[in-house]
Structures are given as structure tokens and as C-alpha cells.
């Protein structure tokens, strides 16, 4: 007959002898005691955590223990049903046999599997914001493709622009007052009318129209 009192009392002496920091005895009847059980740390010194609380039943280890998790730091909702599930595969394959060295070194690995996977993640999230902004920057340097059709939506808006600033100056003009200019003056302020008047010239006009031109010249000055 199995003396389950006996595997019980000599597993709970060899557990507090392998976690003397991190195992604590809650009760004697039943035997209840937790164990902390933390992750090696990542390259950025992150790490998992969880607080596991086991209780023997009477004919443990033929049974397995109960098990919860009275806290955990860092472990997302799918970690923890992971833990719970990999617990009672360990727990089914190992009946008749103490347990809970087994069990804790599990949770030990699956831990540091979770912290790998966080800096799986975080390497690829870093790749990702890397890879946005490369994009971004091409697209600025190689600026906007020209087509006709956003060319030409392009030129309606610029010439849209430019008759409403056109439509605004000659308003400010009238509201100021500004008054008209004296042929002298347009003809000063104006050099394409002596431009188009030496084009006159040169393609050979008769002496009357450029009489009458140097006498209305005359005239203005």
C-alpha cells in the first residue's frame, strides 16, 4: 500500500530545498504551498512572472495536485490558458510519480519561450516602423508623378489662383482710388510699346507711318 503521507513529505523537503527564496508552505492540511516561478531574463532585461499555489490531494501522487495561479506579471490572457494546458499535459503524463519539480521545470521553459516571443515581436515591430519610414522617404524624394490628369487639375487650380488674385488687386486698386495712366506714363511703364514700336520700324513701314508715329511721340513728351 502506497504511503502517500510519506512521497508527500519527502518531495515538499526536496522542493524548499531547490527554491528556498521563491517557495513558500501556506498550510499543513491539506499541504498547500506556492512557488514563484520567473523567467531568465531578455536582452532587455524583461522578464515573466507567475505565482503558482499547489495543493496535494490525499492520494497524490496517483492524483494529480491542484494548481492556480495567484499572480503573474507581464503574461498576456493566451499565456496563462497555455500554462494551465501545458500543466495538465505534464500532470497526466507523469501520475504515480511526484511531480512538482517536473510541473515548475515546464512552466520555467515556457517562460522564457514567452520572452522570446516578445522579442520576436519587438524586433519585428522595430523592422516594420524601419520599413515605413524608408517607404516615406522615397516617396518624398521622388515626389509626385506627373499624369495629364493631375496635371491638368494642377493648372485649372493655378489659373483659378491667379485670376482670383487679379480680381482682388484690381478691387484694392478701385477702393484706393488709384487713377488711370497718362499715355506718357503707360508708355514709360509699359516697354512692350516701345518694343512692338522698333518691331514697327524694322519691318520696313513707309516714312508717312513713321512720321506720324515720331509726331505722336512728340505729343506725349
Known amino acids: ?114 520572452v522570446d516571443v516578445m522579442k520576436n515581436r519587438r524586433e519585428e515591430e522595430k523592422l516594420r516602423k524601419e520599413q515605413e519610414a524608408e517607404e516615406a522617404e522615397k516617396v518624398a524624394f521622388q515626389g509626385t508623378v506627373v499624369t495629364i490628369e493631375n496635371f491638368l487639375l494642377w493648372k485649372a487650380k493655378f489659373e483659378q489662383e491667379v485670376a482670383e488674385l487679379r480680381r482682388r488687386k484690381q478691387k484694392e486698386e478701385e477702393q484706393a482710388g488709384k487713377p488711370k495712366l497718362t499715355g506718357k506714363q503707360l508708355f514709360e511703364t509699359d516697354h512692350n510699346l516701345d518694343t512692338s514700336d522698333i518691331q514697327f520700324l524694322e519691318e520696313g513701314k513707309s516714312a508717312c507711318q513713321c512720321e506720324c508715329l515720331e509726331r505722336m511721340l512728340s505729343m506725349l513728351f
Not at 76 to 102: C, K, P, R, W
Open 1 to 114: 500500500m502506497t504511503d502517500y503521507a510519506e512521497e508527500q513529505r519527502n518531495e515538499l523537503e526536496a522542493i524548499e530545498s531547490i527554491y528556498p527564496d521563491s517557495f513558500t508552505v501556506l498550510s499543513d492540511d491539506p499541504t498547500s504551498f506556492t512557488i514563484t516561478v520567473t523567467s531568465d531574463a531578455g536582452e532587455n532585461c524583461e522578464t515573466v512572472e507567475a505565482t503558482f499555489k499547489f495543493t496535494y490531494v490525499e492520494k497524490y501522487p496517483d492524483e494529480p495536485p491542484l494548481w492556480e495561479i495567484n499572480s503573474q506579471e507581464n503574461l498576456e490572457e493566451s499565456d496563462v490558458e497555455d500554462i494551465h494546458t501545458l500543466l495538465q499535459q505534464q500532470a497526466e503524463e507523469n501520475l504515480g510519480m511526484v511531480m512538482i519539480f517536473t510541473l515548475v521545470t515546464a512552466v520555467q521553459e515556457k517562460l522564457n519561450e514567452i
